[in-house]
């Protein structure tokens, strides 16, 4: 019998993408596996049932029922997870920091489980790398949310009024996120600027045609993360940065590692003494965010400066979100098949390092 490979309708709210797109779904079938999804599972994301000739459908719980492996975006619900076979397969970003009672639930129905956003940041695991894939939407949206919300032009204007100036742009933060936020300012015409205390981002900063801040901090840390500054360096940083942004008209704020609270680099003084017209966008606010006004899913004023912490962009533009996700999750799934069987290589470092359940056995101690 071949593999089923299976996804649901997501439904966290807000969630609009899907684990399995019709592309995806073409080549699972090639690879002779059965794709089974729950009626309207792509819907949301602008796949309709109609776009999956290849693949067969079911109510969700006769979806969990059959399911070999169980394709997410987000953790399986309670009753997904109760409703799935023992020895079955779950892999998507399954957010298994501070999740104990959820991975017991998973150890309980003895489930082999696997969190994507556990994956080392290697270049063997690039093409599986979800974190990668969805911050680079993060990271458009969010200066796009930026670019809207923000009471000035980006780009400078000259008309018969007058010329009006581009808005300077900050994003703080030049990792996958950060990156494709500055290439979008850099298209709407801002004058930009990037920074990160790890100084090996400058290149990748300044060709996207932007000005990389120098503010004399180095936090270069290991496995594509910043170390953790000193005291002293933190508050030269700060210092440095405080300054900066008294002329800065936007900030895009995302600064985030896995598994920890946000950092904070703007603090409540820095908006004080920012322009009345400003506008902060803190795309770590599910972490607590990187300003210290930040209050996630909310917009807070301070002083005539604007923050807002907006959750699940990535969700905001579901299809090309979808489409880079489903293809992480297919390749991770080629791993863990082998002559069309499940057969996970526990000695594979991919495999090792993303499994948190397997055996009846929690393997994640986040």
């Not at 309670?78 to 298994?96: H, I, Y």
């Not at 002083?303 to 807002?308: F, N, S």
């Not at 969700?315 to 293809?327: I, Q, T, V």
């Amino acid at each position: 019998m071949p593999i089923t490979v299976a996804a649901l309708r997501e439904t966290a709210a807000g969630e609009r993408r899907v684990a399995i797109t019709p592309e995806m779904a073409k080549k699972m079938h090639g690879r002779g596996w059965r794709v089974l999804l729950e009626h309207g599972a792509g819907a949301a994301a602008g796949f309709p049932d109609a776009a999956y000739p290849e693949a067969t459908f079911a109510p969700a719980t006769e979806v969990c029922a059959a399911a070999d492996v169980l394709a997410c975006v987000l953790p399986p619900t309670d009753t997904a997870v109760a409703a799935l076979r023992e020895q079955s397969v779950v892999v998507g970003q399954l957010r298994p920091y501070g999740a104990a009672a959820r991975l017991a639930a998973m150890g309980a129905r003895r489930l082999a489980a696997f969190a994507l956003e556990l994956l080392p940041r290697t270049t063997r695991a690039q093409s599986m790398d979800v974190l990668s894939s969805q911050a680079a939407v993060a990271g458009y949206r969010a200066m796009l949310i930026a670019a809207e919300a923000a009471p000035k032009f980006f780009p400078m204007l000259t008309t018969a009024a007058g010329t009006i100036r581009p808005s300077r742009v900050l994003v703080i933060g030049a990792g996958v996120a950060g990156l494709q936020a500055i290439a979008t300012a850099r298209r709407l015409g801002a004058q930009t600027e990037g920074y990160d205390v790890r100084p090996e981002t400058r290149e990748q900063v300044e060709s996207l045609g932007a000005r990389f801040l120098d503010l004399g901090v180095s936090a270069a840390g290991s496995g594509g993360y910043a170390r953790e500054l000193s005291a002293e360096e933190r508050a030269a940083q700060q210092q440095a940065l405080a300054d900066h942004l008294k002329n800065i008209d936007v900030v895009v704020t995302t600064a985030a590692v896995p598994g920890r609270p946000a950092p904070k680099i703007i603090s409540a003084a820095m908006v004080a003494g920012m322009k009345p017209s400003a506008l902060v966008v803190d795309l770590a606010a599910e972490g607590g965010g990187n300003c210290e006004l930040t209050r996630p899913g909310e917009r807070v004023e301070q002083g005539g400066v604007v923050i807002l912490g907006p959750l699940n962009l990535p969700a905001g533009a579901p299809l090309h979100a979808s489409e880079m996700y489903a293809r992480n999750v297919f390749n991770f799934l080629e791993l863990l098949v082998r002559d069309g069987e499940l057969a996970p290589d526990c000695d594979d470092e991919l495999v090792a390092k993303s499994c948190v359940t397997r055996d009846g056995q929690a393997h994640f101690g986040g």
